[in-house]
């Protein structure tokens, strides 16, 4: 029994998990729009609106902050172009559709995107 384990595990371990979030991050943030399963887009939401909310600080401990969790051009956008772009919204910055199941193995599969 597992406590004190937040959030889904994916069947991976820590460091796995902090990398698929990273790159899921980094491709929503630089594409604004990915399709992926359902269960992934409910896990990066929160992950995604965090940084958003830290970039809205604009200064230099959360630029590093944001700098550690994203590649260079993503927390680049994040810093630049999204957070002023959401300056007056409390939360919510992203939008979960489901839009149906996978053809090969019946998962359920959605679109993430920025409001």
Known sequence: MKHKSKGRQFKRNKSQKKALL???????VLHEKITTTTAKAKELSPYIEKLIT???????SSAKAIHDKLAD???????????????????GYTRVI??????GDIAEM?????V
Do not use: P
């Open 22 to 28: 990273k790159h899921l991050a980094e491709a929503l």
């Open 54 to 60: 830290k970039a809205k600080n604009q200064n230099l």
């Open 73 to 91: 051009e993503a927390a680049k956008k994040i810093i630049n172009d999204l957070a002023k772009k959401y300056k007056s919204r409390n939360g």
């Open 98 to 103: 489901k839009i149906g199941e996978r053809k």
């Open 110 to 114: 959605s679109v993430i995107e920025f």
